[in-house]
């Protein structure tokens, strides 16, 4: 039996490709602080289970209970339980494509990041949101850090993705675009 899930990625990059940037300690983050791109995305993550990689995952931890989440996934091998605890109680756990079955199909999830994360999970997907961030909200980077760019996930979206742009009140500085997997 195959079983199919509700599952989306949420993918915000800049005009130029970049989807986060990589700081001289090691951690990563966003290099754009944008409230259009954070509004949609939490409607987003709204009581759906997110699915992020590890250094995501610690990154996102400060902000995961604005998110609302129903829980959050981790696909890492680097798991550190002390990310429990800055769960502040919500759900978690650990998975992969191949435990996505153990899940029951009425289970929606969505795919927050990193890069590794969204090529793994982006062939399951139903549907996408690709929101582009002009280059002018773009972080100026200090020493030691570079951006990270993810141009292979973008095109792969736009190739096999129908992508439509969402028109709201509050996207005067982004573009969101959503759609459903092309069928063949």
Request: proline letters at 5%; glycine letters at 8%.
């Amino acid at each position: 039996m195959t079983v199919t899930h509700d599952i989306g990625v949420a993918l915000a990059v800049s005009e130029s490709g970049i989807v986060g940037f990589n700081r001289a300690d090691g951690t990563t983050g966003i290099p754009w602080s944008v409230p259009e791109d954070m509004i949609w995305f939490r409607g987003l993550c709204l009581r759906r289970n997110v699915i992020m990689g590890g250094k995501t995952l610690r990154e996102c931890l400060p902000f995961l209970k604005f998110w609302y989440p129903e829980a959050v996934y981790a696909y890492t091998r680097a798991f550190d339980p002390d990310w429990v605890p800055k769960l502040g109680g919500i759900d978690w756990g650990i998975i992969t494509p191949q435990r996505l079955k153990h899940h029951p199909e009425d289970e929606k999830f969505v795919v927050v990041g990193g890069a590794d994360t969204y090529r793994t999970f982006l062939p399951l997907a139903s549907w996408a949101s690709l929101t582009t961030i002009p280059d002018s909200e773009l972080a100026t980077l200090a020493d030691g850090e570079s951006y990270i760019y993810a141009k292979d996930i973008v095109e792969t979206i736009e190739k096999e993705f129908t992508l439509k742009k969402v028109v709201t009140q509050q996207t005067k500085t982004c573009v969101i675009r959503y759609g459903t997997r092309k069928t063949t």
